[in-house]
């Protein structure tokens, strides 16, 4: 079992979806990923808030065991997002984007946490990116994630931490936008030619796709019943895969490959609740369950041809 | 073993797609599927030709031990279809259609083929459908297909039809247009109600989801380096689902699973190349290697929580 960092935005939500609303609940990247890491193995969590975030938030993630030490309270106002989803709650809407204390973030990072093997970059600026990993002395195994807006505007320092970054978590979309590829399996060979030997696709309810040296693999999203606020799912998929792969400390094949379905499992929680207030609650003996169920429904028996 | 009846359209298609095109080449459901279930079983094919029909083609049908018997030249033109596909080939684009011989296609079935087990209905008029159904004596499974078309226009005869059906063959937005539901899975729960015990929902490049009795199964698609022409994919499907089907003539969620995936590797390769012509080249040795690689693909690995 090893210790894993996590680098992102901790920020208040307020969003509107086809099946209710919140206003400035808890969220943001480093937030989903971390209580799903949580989940399987110990989480130093990194990132800044504001004058205005509840210690109770804070005490909520040490019941976690997510180790704090490393959000820092800094002088203004916790990032915020204002958004809202529509009927197929494919797209999300800004209606209001605050970065707050998140615009002067300046990652610092001493002693002990420096050593921490495993290393989850959320999708913040890549220049914050490329800082952090140069602070750290030896990750073991570094995945990052970013979104159109870092391809679009600063692709360049991108390009510069995708080198240093053994996986790459995508969806469709960015990996068309990074690679110039219309075909999903092109673009994915041709991101791993950037830096990255392993490359996972995320497809939304498809599931995702994970590209290793020599071997493709394919984990469907788990069927649901009902979806309420699809935020933070992405986060919160990532989270659990590199949480799962820091438990085993073991890169191979078949253990990518479960670290990919276990991301999927902890997924289909976030999303049918507001906020992190679900995969917050989430227990191990549910998890258990779902994945059971996983199994009957993702199994594939041998064909006789 | 058991024998298959396919009803539907043959036809000469041009297309074309991004990829090249292609003149009056051999197509329709009824070849399409008619092709992908003699892999597995026989088959009694069953659909109108015109004057024009090219007598090599029936040949090569049944070089793949197809009965054309109630293949019938009427007098006319083969069904006629030129369309064209844009970059991400989603949706077939109908430059002329020519209903040609089928305008009149008054189907008649006389003797043993009226005792045949398995029946697939190609995407026709449901009144078609209904009257071929009744001249069968005994039909031990019926599969179903339609099309937006049927749905919208002839709805209450395909309500009819479907009463009739054990399976029905459907994609996302047939499923919403049939029952009023936005959500897969309570839509196709809502279809399981109107008649077919069992509904699959094709799902294109995202695979296939079988919606059984107290089961759902997701049998992800065939990943693939190139598409050259999607044109029959879902006939495919359909063909060499029920050919496996009635192979086995064994009608358990097992079973039912596996022909879904022998749907989704014989579809795999009705893409790959224009018109039948990838399918009609189809060798069983292809086809097992193909299987191989999928397993390696698809199967999940239990996941330690």
Known sequence: MSEVLIVG????????TPYGSVAKTLGGAATYSSLAASLFTPVRMMGPVGDDFKETELQMLRRHKINTDLVTREKGKTFYWKGYYEDDMALAHTVKIDLGVFETFNPHITGKARTVPYVFLAAIHPELQLNVLNQMTKPKYVVL???DLWINITKKALLKVL?????VVVNDQETRLLTG???????ARALQKLGPKTVIVKKGE?????FGQGYTFLSPAVPLDYVVDPTGAGDTFAGAFIGYLAKQNKITPDVLKKAVIAGNLVASYTVQGFGTKSIAALTRASLRKRAAEYHKFASIPKVNL
């Open 9 to 16: 935005s901790i920020a208040y939500d307020s969003l509107k």
């Open 145 to 147: 994630d970013t979104r």
């Open 163 to 167: 080198k240093k970054t053994d996986l």
């Open 181 to 187: 590829e219309m075909h999903l399996l092109k673009g």
């Open 206 to 210: 498809h599931g995702a796709m994970l």
